[in-house]
């Protein structure tokens, strides 16, 4: 089906009537549009060059493809933040409510507007040399972007079914910043996305099999809104902690988990970013890496409090999972075993904050029998032919010269080695 001027003209202006999705009524590039096609800006100076140029960088900056038009007031929807969109990203949303009534409404009026396609509009501003952009193909393809872009506002539901969709699609990638990235920081007093997420998954992390399931089935309870505990993973440096932690992303972002790094400088926002989470849905599980604290640095009493038993609790969407070298996280010192004065109180309040981690997960280096096999199954997961025993040698050479025995080390042997075959 094709847009006549006339019919675009009515679907952009019918924008105005909007009630919750207001930044598409708001939105320049549309208004734009609208009032050239009305004549309503005829004696200013109006360049489609500019609208396309708005359109593709929109496009590629998101890694999509189709039509850009559509794609781009997709993107206004799913980022607009309204009582409707934290409502249904929450699932506390009734379907007889006027809240909802507003919503269908709102979409009866978005759906005209998305089904412009862009070939429509480089038709009647007889603009047909660009009709080699329809459909566009960004450089590089952003695969969580595309899926979530073509699971809403498709038109290939009646008004009620596709809400219902649109409200599913809510509780799984969340609205605005939620579902523009799988991982975050906290900064400003706000969210900030981590463009560029690791990828790692547990098939890349070898052995610790006993350690990645517990963390796995940890977090889907969670996610399944099942009890659940905060996490300490613990142990030698390199081993798989903090991989084991972001593989989780890659596992079950598209149920709502959502992954937030703060610092130990940090602990001390934990009230406001608590409070933040309160209000949305998704789940989330705040990460603190490399975690421990010295004798002399209290900010762990702040967190201890908010963890368990404090004025202030964690959100039950909120659990905190952290990596360390130390078992007890706060240094000990000698003279805390030997006086007798109060030795124990000063024992109890240094493990108390370890002891708020229902889950310990430990990760030791690997013996020499199991470096060997991470080594081995490394090398053919990157397509290494090489006689294992001539690796093998290479590999136990490369710990003694360089970092021990590692799942890291491994890694980083592995890279050296494509890094000369290359």
């Keep these: 089906m094709s847009y006549t001027k006339k019919e675009i003209v009515e679907s952009l202006s019918a924008l105005d009537q909007l009630i919750l999705y207001r930044k598409l009524a708001k939105n320049d590039l549309l208004n734009k549009i609208k009032r050239k096609l009305i004549k309503e800006d005829s004696k200013q100076n109006f360049n489609f060059s500019q609208v396309i140029n708005e359109l593709v960088d929109f496009n590629e900056r998101l890694g999509l493809k189709g039509d850009i038009f559509r794609n781009y007031v997709?993107?206004?929807?799913?980022?607009?933040?309204?009582?409707f969109s934290l409502a249904a990203e929450k699932n506390t949303i009734a379907e007889n409510s006027s809240l909802y009534q507003l919503a269908i409404n709102d979409l009866a009026i978005i759906n005209q507007v998305v089904k412009i396609k862009f070939s429509d509009l480089i038709r009647v501003f007889n603009l047909e040399s660009y009709s080699f952009l329809s459909p566009y193909h960004a450089h590089q393809i952003n695969k969580r972007n595309l899926k979530i872009y073509n699971s809403i506002l498709d038109g290939q539901y009646n008004i009620k079914d596709s809400l219902k969709n649109i409200n599913n699609f809510y509780q799984k990638f969340g609205t605005?910043?939620?579902?523009?990235s799988s991982a975050f920081y906290w900064q400003n007093s706000a969210l900030k996305v981590v463009k560029n997420p690791d990828k790692i998954t547990f098939e890349q992390i070898i052995a610790y099999q006993k350690q990645k399931d517990e963390l796995i089935n940890n977090t889907k309870s969670f996610i399944n809104g099942s009890k659940a505990h905060n996490v300490l993973l613990y142990g030698d440096s390199g081993t798989g902690k903090s991989s084991s932690v972001k593989a989780l992303l890659n596992e079950f972002q598209d149920q709502g988990l959502r992954l937030i790094e703060i610092t130990t400088s940090q602990i001390k926002e934990l009230s406001e970013i608590m409070e933040y989470l309160s209000q949305r849905g998704l789940y989330f599980i705040i990460f603190m890496d490399d975690l421990s604290f010295e004798e002399f640095e209290t900010e762990y009493k702040s967190l201890k409090a908010i963890m368990e038993g404090g004025i202030e609790s964690k959100p039950d969407n909120v659990l905190f999972y952290a990596t360390s070298n130390r078992r007890h996280l706060v240094r000990e010192k000698w003279q805390d075993r030997k006086s007798e004065v109060h030795k124990n109180d000063i024992l109890n309040e240094k493990l108390s904050l370890a002891e708020r981690f229902?889950?310990?997960?430990?990760?030791?280096?690997?013996?020499?029998?199991?470096?060997?096999?991470?080594?081995?199954?490394?090398?053919?997961?990157?397509?290494?032919?090489?006689?294992?025993?001539?690796?093998?040698n290479k590999a136990l050479k490369w710990s003694k010269w360089h970092n021990g025995r590692s799942g890291r080390s491994a890694r980083q042997f592995i890279d050296q080695l494509l890094k000369l075959k290359s």
């Design 176 to 180: 605005s910043v939620l579902n523009q």
């Design 358 to 392: 229902g889950l310990t997960l430990m990760y030791n280096n690997p013996d020499q029998e199991k470096y060997l096999k991470i080594v081995r199954e490394i090398a053919a997961q990157e397509n290494i032919d090489i006689d294992n025993s001539v690796l093998e």
């Design 74 to 83: 997709k993107g206004i929807f799913i980022n607009d933040q309204n009582s």
